[in-house]
């Protein structure tokens, strides 16, 4: 299979030349790589013409086009046409040296997949477990393996709000387990959510659907509402052999009062795209989960370690709650 990766990135040179350095020992090579750099200086543009990679491609683009989504449309329309698959990486992964030979036999495996996402292995600490395990109700325990759940979790537990379907699914009421809660098994799993940083698709895909503009900027959760789309017109896995280090560069990240605001404002926009008409009981359970959740970030205010971002990203919560009365968000239209 031809195969294309895009890597959009922004400020961040020196995460990116370690990514392109990972992908340049793969055992299967891209066929076409494109960096779509949406930068306010030269500096990703400098450290690419000092290290030479093999039919990479480098577009700095202007504001109009800048902004992850932006960037990722304006990718898929530099696309060879020749290629079969295109791939996405976050310029801040590193790559495992069969990961795109495990991505691309997964096409091989099932045939209709028009996505596959690879697994992420240094962000959770997964153990083993007996058989017949019983985990406890600080635990999450899914085929065969344990990872310790985090303290939103075991109170939404408690609560009764926690997700009723498996990681990579999303509930009625949204506010779902993300794949980053499936093991590391080496196995594919089929899910309707991929993360937009570690994914690919079928060139198909994109001659009906696209990324969407109303994630503007950071691009928070523009992944599950490509991906909730894509699961509407067919199958979505995730191989969890085509492994890879995601390592979090703090640069290009917004305010800690803009991201609690995106937080909620896209979790609604996403939860409509996958529910556009949720009944009483998903309305309360999604409502009742988002203030929830605030009202911990206001916790960590006194227990947290980072006083000043907990209390500004849980204003942004609050603010984007409220906001949702007067001026709910538009979805686009396919």
């Not at 344990?146 to 709000?161: T, V």
């Amino acid at each position: 299979m031809k195969f294309s990766l895009i890597i959009c990135t922004y400020m961040r040179p020196e995460p990116l030349l370690k990514l392109l350095q990972s992908v340049h020992k793969q055992t299967i090579y891209p066929d076409e790589i494109l960096i779509i750099d949406g930068s306010l200086n030269n500096e990703t543009e400098v450290i690419i013409s000092q290290n030479q990679f093999e039919n990479l491609n480098y577009y700095l683009v202007d504001n109009a086009n800048r902004g992850l989504t932006k960037q990722r449309n304006f990718g898929i329309n530099k696309v060879n046409n020749t290629m079969e698959i295109v791939c996405f990486l976050d310029d801040d992964t590193i790559l495992e040296t069969d990961y795109f030979k495990n991505l691309l036999d997964t096409y091989n495996l099932f045939p209709e997949a028009l996505g596959v996402g690879g697994f992420i292995t240094n962000e959770v600490k997964w153990e083993k477990t007996p058989e017949n395990y019983i985990p406890t109700i600080n635990e999450f325990y899914f085929d065969g393996w344990k990872r310790k759940d985090g303290s939103r979790f075991i109170l939404r537990k408690k609560l009764n709000l926690d997700s009723d379907c498996p990681p990579g699914f999303s509930p009625l009421f949204s506010h779902g387990r993300s794949v980053s809660f499936l093991p590391p098994t080496d196995k594919i799993y089929e899910v309707e959510q991929l993360m937009g940083g570690v994914s690919s698709f079928k060139k198909s895909v994109f001659e009906k659907l696209s990324f969407s503009e109303y994630f503007a900027g950071y691009g928070l959760y523009e992944d599950a509402d490509f991906t909730l789309r894509v699961a509407k017109t067919g199958k979505l896995y995730i191989n969890t052999a085509a492994k890879l280090g995601h390592f979090h560069a703090a640069s290009g990240r917004p305010n800690q009062y803009l991201y609690g605001k995106m937080v909620v404002r896209n979790g609604w926009y996403v939860w409509r795209v996958k529910n556009s008409n949720p009944n009483v009981k998903s309305r309360l359970k999604w409502n009742a989960i988002t203030i929830l959740l605030t009202l911990i970030r206001f916790t960590n205010v006194i227990t947290g370690s980072d006083k000043k971002a907990a209390f500004t990203e849980a204003m942004g919560r609050t603010i984007g709650w409220w906001s949702l009365i007067f001026n709910k968000p538009v979805l686009d239209k396919e």
